[in-house]
């Protein structure tokens, strides 16, 4: 299947501001759906990259796109066999409680996942786990009729990518610093840019690629991007950073009317009301430029 080569900023997209549709696109979706039942990595990616998907097709798509990431296939030689001894009991204790805690339903299949996932790699267990798990299995039918095992292998698949590199904090500070100098400032002055200081957002937006700090049409698209990146001529980390920076300049009004604790609570519940696929474009012309200085 070819796929015509368009420019990532130009190109159609799926509407995801509010509530996605895909009428106004059927022969990307007709594409889509026809590199799905080919099992075809190489157009899905590049299709997905451009556009997003539409909402109902991520169950299909995700477990592909996951499978089939560089970062993944990268991570593949230090997988080691199972062994679930190498779980202590009072870290599945842990997880337990965590699991129960933050999770309504499947806490059972969460839960053995997260096992199965930290026996199987090199992987250090985060609560963060729980609420990642707890988003695709439970949160808006995301997975909604996944098999048990292919919803184990993607989440697995999802923890290597996040995992692969460290969140790069001092790079999305500075690059604050030097694209919203007033924001920054304002941030500086309320003290809100200091993971030891309790600013849990900035692992949230970072290191977990969005997950509880963003509402849902917002993180899913930006999760499209990244499990459909296969040409990695930046870290995704660096394509992350960006979209932050996008949806911080989005919210600035807003943040600099209020103090360090509304500042908190405001960048852990990110208003729905922004157009992500302006983030998403936006944010790759800025990262483009920002290249070629």
């Known amino acids: 299947m070819f796929v015509k080569k368009l420019d990532p900023i130009q190109s159609p997209k799926f509407n995801h501001y509010i509530e996605p549709t895909v009428s106004d696109l059927p022969d990307i979706l007709d594409a889509i759906k026809l590199a799905l039942s080919r099992n075809d990595d190489n157009s899905l990616s590049a299709l997905v990259n451009l556009h997003g998907l539409p909402p109902a097709l991520r169950a299909e798509a995700w477990p592909l796109l996951l499978r089939n990431h560089p970062y993944v296939k990268m991570a593949a030689s230090s997988k080691h066999a199972s062994n679930m001894d190498s779980v202590s ?20 299949i969460i ?75 304002h941030f500086a002055y309320e003290g809100v840019l200091g993971i030891a200081g309790g600013d849990m957002w900035l692992q949230w937006w970072l290191q977990w690629l969005g997950i509880r700090a963003m509402p849902t049409t917002l993180l899913c698209r930006l999760w499209d991007q990244y499990f459909s990146m296969r040409v990695m001529d930046c870290s995704l980390q660096e394509v992350h950073i960006f979209n932050c920076l996008i949806i911080m300049k989005e919210n600035t009004t807003a943040l600099l009317e209020l103090d360090q604790s509304e500042i908190r609570l405001y960048l852990s519940q990110v208003p729905q009301s922004i157009d992500m696929e302006a983030v998403v474009s936006e944010a790759t012309s800025l990262r483009q430029n920002h290249k070629a200085d």
């Open 89 to 108: 009991s009072s870290l599945e204790s842990r997880i337990k409680k965590d699991v129960s805690r933050y999770c309504s339903t499947n806490t059972d």
């Open 111 to 185: 839960f053995s996942t997260i096992v199965k996932c930290i026996s199987e790699y090199d992987i250090k267990y985060s609560s963060a786990m729980v609420w990642v798990a707890d988003f695709l299995l439970n949160g808006d039918d995301i997975f909604n009729g996944i098999s048990i095992d292919l919803f184990t292998e993607s989440f697995c698949n999802l923890m290597l990518i996040m995992h692969h590199e460290p969140a790069n904090y001092s790079r999305f500070i500075g690059q604050l610093r030097s694209y919203m100098p007033e924001l920054n400032e």
